[in-house]
């Protein structure tokens, strides 16, 4: 097995799991949501004043993409556990 | 709000609901009939009357496509009076004949055209339209087949005449038999895929019929359209008065129907009802002098109303605040009315909301264009819902354009705050990116940047710097522990408020403890303070501890993530201001760096550029920023509203299932004058 040292490719890696965690992060939020909007659509037609309310359980799994986001942010900005080799 | 009941005699029931209606001031509590000695009350006057006149106008309204709008005008209630018996009469019958009229030329149209469509195929065949129909010996087929059907027809019916012709992929025919071979070629001919067109009576050839019907189409539409230009005409001239005749008869069948909502004896009524304390004395007096004595309105004890509220009856709510506060009702509203005893968060939604809308958004081009589009769309809305949402946008604006001085932005990061107020020189970057202190590189003209601390000059603060992001993340969340805090904070009042203290110590005060110290925790990881580390974990162990002995027992740590996660989701106060300050970095980049060179030949100096260049560039410059113009207006929104319902809210607000908004009996007169 090859073993990669190359300072670039490993900090290009890093920045494919970045871009991974949020891009999956963000699947998995528009699968929630999907489902919880088509209901509340429904609620609304129905019954205007459930509005807010359906707003905010339609927001829940927004959360997700956020975590997906802070892991980003730590692979890119905070986590350098390449310190040694990688030099972005 | 203070719980009144009023008792009078059924004689003086008109003048009381004709004086409560003018007051607007009791919120009546409807009687539902749980009372042996009580029956519901029944309308008075002429109820019936107003209700019919109600649906006839209604019907006349909707055939005028009249919607709610703003008034342009008041009427006195004199005027629509005696305008009604017209309008509802007369100009109602008018405006039904025409809408009928219109109608009956649409479906004669649309008859008229589906006999053009089935008559064009049969020009292909060479026979008069009379020769389709009117024979007593004769069968006909006339449609489509699949196939030739002439062989098989004569084999069943060696009397017979077949004409056929093709048209459109498909060929027709027509089949004329004996009757009584009808029912052996109809089978023969279904074999051969025959589908059957019924044709139109009519006489002459094909074409000549065709354009007789295409004639008479043209001479509907024409009578058709003096008679929508005179339901236009009528909608633009009675529009206001009709509008006004609706509240009025509005007015009236709610006021003689009110009495549905008291309770009634043969003799007397009874009108239970809240109404705000400090206008129990107004109220009183007022009603008692339009019965003329005949009435007794009297104020419940606050122990017995306490009971009253405790056996379901809900208290209503008057939202109270300054008419700055005022907009951020609506946010409340949308999600549920405060409760009687609880906190109105509208004032905190005053306080925060505009300010996390101001940091995602932060940029001064940006914010100036929302204020003046809300400037605009104030003109144009102007109902007090559209009002108060436009409030809200406009106050959060003027801080999108604080912290877009903040974060040196116009239009995007570096490209025109560098050229309005300048940036460092080459030597000064270098310094600060060697130093690892970079935050950006616009300046405050002649001021230069400006910091916190001596040698770390952080404003204007470029967002997309590393260092910056870090900055954010943090400041995001301490943002979401002062949020969610205040809202625990608010959460043990509001527990203690109704006398939960279990609740209110052991639920609400662990949670404040875990979010607080959770922060310092992390805090003293980032700096390296090993004590505060320690201290922060001993006092959320301690939380934890709580949180077990409280209501819900071990269960109550189960929500322990849920807290945590709720601190982290204030990172999208960052998230999305990356997400538009880089769609804006983008816009500039590719409009001034991508689109003008590659146009104008690979030049590199912008005075090479060539005009087509430039005019594609600023296409291209204008539509990105439009777009994130738009997207820049709706996420700000949406997100700190999530932050305040779902973050926020969850820790004091509503936990006890919403109130009832305060709605007193009466009405907000719009087209009528009082």
Redo the contacts between chains.
């Keep these: 097995m090859a073993v990669v040292a190359d300072a670039g490719s490993l900090y290009g890696l890093l920045a494919v799991g970045a871009g991974l965690a949020t891009g999956l992060a963000g699947i998995g939020a528009g699968m929630g949501e999907q489902g919880i909007g088509a209901a509340v659509v429904g609620v609304v037609a129905e019954e205007p004043g459930f ?3 359906g ?2 359980l339609m ?2 799994p ?2 997700l993409i ?2 997906g ?2 892991v980003s ?1 730590i692979l ?3 986590w350098t556990p390449f310190s040694g080799i990688v030099t972005p | 709000m203070s719980r009144v009941v009023v008792a009078g005699s059924k004689n003086v029931i008109s003048p009381v609901v004709e004086k409560l209606h003018e007051l607007r001031m009791l919120h009546i509590v409807n009687y539902n009939g749980s009372q042996p000695q009580f029956e519901m009350g029944k309308p008075i006057g002429k109820a019936k009357e107003y209700s019919e006149d109600l649906i006839k106008l209604r019907s006349v309204t909707r055939y005028l496509e009249l919607n709610k709008k703003f008034p342009d005008k008041a009427y006195p209630e004199s005027q629509v009076l005696s305008e009604m018996d017209n309008l509802l009469n007369n100009v109602g019958a008018d405006v039904t004949v025409t809408y009928e009229r219109i109608v009956a030329i649409d479906a004669e149209v649309k008859s008229k055209q589906d006999q053009i469509k089935v008559l064009t195929p049969l020009a292909v065949l060479p026979l008069p339209l009379e020769s389709y129909y009117g024979y007593d010996s004769l069968a006909t087929f006339v449609g489509t087949a699949a196939t030739p059907v002439d062989a098989d027809v004569a084999r069943v019916s060696p009397v017979n005449e077949v004409y056929s012709g093709s048209a459109k992929n498909a060929t027709f025919v027509a089949v004329f038999v004996p009757a009584d071979k009808a029912g052996e070629v109809s089978s023969v001919l279904s074999e051969h895929g025959f589908s059957e067109i019924s044709v139109p009576r009519l006489e002459g050839n094909v074409d000549s019929a065709i354009a007789t019907l295409e004639s008479s189409i043209k001479s509907l539409e024409g009578e058709k359209v003096p008679l929508q230009k005179k339901l236009a005409d009528m909608k633009k001239q009675y529009e206001d008065l009709m509008l006004a005749t609706d509240e009025y008869l509005s007015m009236q069948t709610r006021k003689t129907e009110a009495p549905l909502r008291f309770a009634e004896t043969a003799n007397a009524f009874v009108i239970d009802g809240y109404v705000p304390a400090d206008q129990f004395g107004r109220l009183k007096s007022e009603l008692e002098s339009a019965a003329g004595g005949k009435l007794e309105v009297s104020l419940i004890a606050d122990n017995e109303a306490d009971e009253l509220a405790e056996k379901g009856e809900d208290i209503p709510t008057q939202m109270d605040n300054p008419s700055l506060v005022k907009p951020y009702e609506l946010v409340t509203r949308m999600f549920a009315i405060p409760e009687y005893k609880e906190f109105d968060p509208s004032l905190l939604i005053f306080v925060f909301f505009p300010i996390m809308f101001g940091m995602i958004l932060g940029d001064i081009g940006y914010g100036v264009m929302a204020f003046l589009t809300m400037v605009l769309l104030k003109k144009k809305f102007k109902t007090p819902g559209w009002q108060q949402l436009i409030n809200v946008v406009q106050i959060s604006s003027v801080w999108a354009v604080i912290f877009g001085i903040f974060f040196g932005e116009i239009f995007g990061p570096l490209g025109l705050w560098g050229k309005v107020m300048g940036h460092l020189h080459e030597h000064e970057l270098e310094a600060v990116k060697e130093a690892g202190l970079y935050f950006g590189e616009g300046v405050f003209g002649s001021l230069g940047r400006i910091g916190f601390w001596p040698g770390i000059d952080i404003f204007p603060l470029d967002r997309l710097a590393s260092n910056a992001v870090l900055l954010l993340i943090g400041t995001s969340i301490i943002i979401g522990i002062i949020h969610c805090s205040v809202g625990s904070i608010l959460g043990i009042k509001t527990e203690l408020a109704y006398g939960e203290k279990k609740h209110a110590y052991f639920e609400k005060l662990p949670v404040m403890l875990i979010q607080v110290f959770f922060g310092l925790l992390v805090l003293g990881l980032v700096m390296g303070q090993m004590m505060l580390v320690i201290a922060s974990a001993i006092v959320i162990l301690v939380a934890m501890v709580m949180l077990v002995m409280g209501p819900e027992g071990p269960m109550g740590l189960a929500h322990l993530p849920f807290y945590v996660s709720n601190l982290i989701s204030y990172l999208r106060l960052l998230a999305i201001g990356l997400a538009s300050v880089g769609l804006a970095f983008a816009a500039n980049q590719l409009a001034f760096y991508v689109v003008m060179p590659m146009l104008s030949g690979g030049a590199t100096d912008s005075a090479e550029f060539t005009i087509p260049a430039i005019i594609a560039g600023l296409v291209v410059l204008l539509a990105v920023h439009f777009i994130n113009f738009l997207l820049g207006i709706l996420s700000p929104f949406m997100h700190p509203l999530r932050l305040h319902y779902v973050e926020m809210f969850t820790k004091f607000y509503s936990n006890h299932g919403g109130g009832v908004e305060y709605s007193p009996f009466g009405h907000v007169r719009r087209f009528l004058k009082a």
Excluded: D, P, Q, V
């Design positions: 509005l807010g309310k707003l905010f927001l829940l927004e959360t956020i975590f986001l802070a942010l890119m900005f905070a």
